[in-house]
Every structure is written in structure tokens, then in C-alpha cells.
Nanobody
């Protein structure tokens, strides 16, 4: 059973930075992808960034150039460095892991609030 635990959310002013972390534990296949999604009140959950087992990354257009996803495979941890934060980045951010058998796992989320 895979568990994902996010950390690093909080309140930040516009233009500021935050770094989210997600640590995975449990039975994890050798090849897996991880990613970050977010959901703002009244909106659907959307992909923010993802990284494959091989290290290829993908970003939502709205965060390109501002956010960077990375991972430490030895620690089963994925990070999301968020710079130049905007009001519209305010949302609950969820960590996702997809294993070799295409099974989805989700964290419980961490809140990011961008406000002056």
C-alpha cells in the first residue's frame, strides 16, 4: 500500500517562492511517475507538473518558467519549486504517483495561498 505525504505549503506573498515536497512509502514499483496537481475552490483538479521514471518533465502552460519539478529516486521523493507565485496559484496541491501497473495514488494535499 503506497502512501504519499505532502509538505511545504503555506501563505506567501505574490512574487514569493515555496517548495513542496512529497514523500512516498510502501510497496512502490521500480518504474513510476510522479506529479503535482492542484485544485482551487469551485474548479476541477488540474495537472501542474509531472516527471516520469526516466526524468522527463511536463508542465502546465500556466506554470512554465516559474515552477520546477524534480525527484530524488533514492528517497522516493518529488519536489515542486514554485517561484514568482501569483494569486491564481492559490489552491490545494496534491501529489500523485502512478506505478508500473498504472495504479494511481494520491496524497491528502497541502494548501498554497498567495496573498498580500
Amino acid at each position: 500500500h503506497v502512501q504519499l505525504v505532502e509538505s511545504g505549503g503555506g501563505l506567501v506573498q505574490p512574487g514569493g517562492s515555496l517548495r513542496l515536497s512529497c514523500a512516498a512509502s510502501g510497496i512502490i514499483s521500480s518504474n513510476y511517475g510522479m506529479g503535482w496537481y492542484r485544485q482551487a475552490p469551485g474548479k476541477q483538479r488540474e495537472l501542474v507538473a509531472s516527471i516520469t521514471s526516466g526524468g522527463s518533465t511536463n508542465y502546465a502552460d500556466s506554470v512554465k518558467g516559474r515552477f520546477t519539478i524534480s525527484r530524488d529516486k533514492a528517497k522516493y521523493t518529488v519536489y515542486l519549486q514554485m517561484n514568482s507565485l501569483k494569486h491564481e496559484d492559490t489552491a490545494a496541491y496534491y501529489c500523485n504517483l502512478v506505478d508500473t501497473w498504472s495504479r494511481d495514488y494520491w496524497g491528502r494535499g497541502t494548501q498554497v495561498t498567495v496573498s498580500s
